[in-house]
């Protein structure tokens, strides 16, 4: 080390004797052109890195963010993924594409089918019991074949990281990546045979065809070329801006409503265990989703062997007949209830609740009445109980115009 210092000393001394002993008027002409040229350098790189930054173009692609309010007394945790930031531009080609029945890769009046032709914004962003597509209590596909299980709301689903579908398959800890968020299902529903059976390429050239869509893309994602990750990340952003925070039982809880006293009781009986005990599974004031957005085998059979259970996920024994506890907002809309549609009305599911109860050695702990087969109460206490839930419909989510159809397609504007 101190060999090596000493040698480069030494060469150093040498070179700076060499340089000092030139003539001055030379080293004082290399200076200048050095200097110059330096200059001149920099100002070319300047003009250059100005002329990349601060020239509106064609190319520029500068999307304005899209700020989600946090409702009162929501999560703060949002479920949005590094790779699709909310933005106007996105949410706006997104809510195209949702009701844009060409999705479907077809052009025939027809053969069309968009998301909107399951969820439907009036009916909570479900199909409806009264809606043709609903035979038999399952949603039908394009080819007539029935969805495997009932359908789901589209509701706060920003505030889920726990899984979506009625099992949680589609969720960030899927190693696969094609099964990991909102922007999964839509590749999912535009193959899946019993949605709208058809393939990605064909809905992509087809969206790509229609004038007016590659301008909108390049306006959210930066290039105008259609694909199925582009066309994904914008439906699943404008599906995370359907929030519901309207309800009157929200307006009670921010002190701008009375309820009932039938009402009142309903929320004392929801939220007390030895009242109808709904509150683990199902939130309250301190969770106003309506739901925790796990799963939960709440007590309905003895015998389980659906292959899309929640077991089927995590093969964990104790999930034997689990599913989703979904949310009760709009819950009057979404019948018929439960994964498999079971129940037509609401009047069924509470007596589900109150008597029916099944045991089994999966049923979840927090079902506590299971003992008696039920909650068991009183049927004016079941009336006020059904009063409270009703609260939570929220007509201003249902006609909010945002969430709704767009007036012309792009390629009517
Ligand atoms: C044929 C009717 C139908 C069509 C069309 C359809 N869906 Fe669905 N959707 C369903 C059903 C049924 C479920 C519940 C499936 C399950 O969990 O087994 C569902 C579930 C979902 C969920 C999960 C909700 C949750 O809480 O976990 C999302 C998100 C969703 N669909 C988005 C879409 C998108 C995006 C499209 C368009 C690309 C679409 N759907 C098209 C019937 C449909
Ligand atoms: C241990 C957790 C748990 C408790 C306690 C519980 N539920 Fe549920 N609830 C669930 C699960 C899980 C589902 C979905 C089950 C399925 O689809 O098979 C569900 C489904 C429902 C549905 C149908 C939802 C739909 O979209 O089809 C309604 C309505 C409902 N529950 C109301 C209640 C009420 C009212 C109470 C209190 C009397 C209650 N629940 C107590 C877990 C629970």
């Not at 030494?10 to 340089?19: G, M, N, Q």
């Not at 839509?186 to 064909?202: F, L």
């Not at 009157?248 to 030895?274: A, C, H, I, M, W």
Request: proline letters at 7%.
């Amino acid at each position: 080390m101190s060999f090596n210092r000493k040698v480069r000393n030494e060469k150093w001394k040498i070179k700076f004797a060499k340089i000092s002993s030139r003539p001055l008027r030379k080293s004082f002409a290399d200076f200048a052109v050095k200097f110059i040229s330096l200059f001149a350098f920099f100002v070319i790189i300047s003009l250059y890195s100005c002329d990349k930054n601060d020239t509106p173009g064609p190319q520029k692609h500068n999307p304005t963010p899209y700020e989600i309010e946090i409702p009162y007394g929501f999560p703060t945790q949002l479920n949005i993924p590094e790779d699709n930031p909310m933005t106007v531009e996105g949410v706006e080609l997104g809510r195209y594409l949702f009701y844009d029945g060409r999705m479907s890769g077809r052009t025939h009046p027809d053969s069309l089918m968009s998301c909107a032709t399951c969820h439907i914004q009036e009916n909570s962003f479900e199909c409806g019991v009264d809606h043709p597509e609903y035979e038999g209590g399952f949603t039908h596909g394009i080819t007539g074949k029935p969805t495997p299980h009932v359908m789901l709301p589209l509701v706060n689903l920003v505030w889920n990281d726990h899984g979506y579908l009625w099992n949680g398959i589609i969720s960030e800890d899927n190693p696969d990546p094609h099964y990991q968020n909102i922007e999964s299902l839509v590749w999912m529903g535009i193959v899946a045979e019993h949605e709208m059976n058809s393939d990605t390429n064909r809905a992509k050239e087809v969206i790509q065809n229609i004038p007016g869509y590659p301008e909108l893309f390049e306006k959210a994602f930066g290039s105008s070329k259609v694909t199925v990750k582009n066309m994904s990340r914008a439906i699943a952003q404008f599906i995370r801006t359907f929030i519901s925070a309207n309800s009157k039982f929200d307006k009670y809880l921010r002190g701008e409503v009375q309820l009932s006293p039938s009402e009142l009781n309903g929320f004392v009986l929801f939220t007390t265990e030895e009242g109808a005990d709904c509150f683990h599974c199902h939130g309250g004031s301190g969770n106003p989703l309506f739901t925790t957005n796990l799963f939960y085998n709440n007590g309905k059979d003895t015998i389980f062997n659906d292959p899309r259970d929640r077991y089927a996920i995590t093969g964990d024994p104790q999930d034997h007949g689990a599913y989703k506890a979904t949310t009760l907002r709009n819950i009057e809309l979404t019948g018929p209830y439960m994964h498999d549609g079971r129940f037509e009305t609401l009047d069924d599911v509470l007596d589900f609740y109150d008597h029916q109860l099944l045991w089994s050695p999966y049923i979840d702990p927090l079902m506590h009445h299971i003992n008696d087969g039920g909650v068991q109460l009183t049927q004016n206490e079941r009336e006020d109980l059904k009063a409270f839930i009703r609260t939570l419909r929220d007509e201003e989510f249902l006609a909010n115009p945002d969430f709704g159809p767009p007036e012309k397609f792009p390629d009517e504007l």
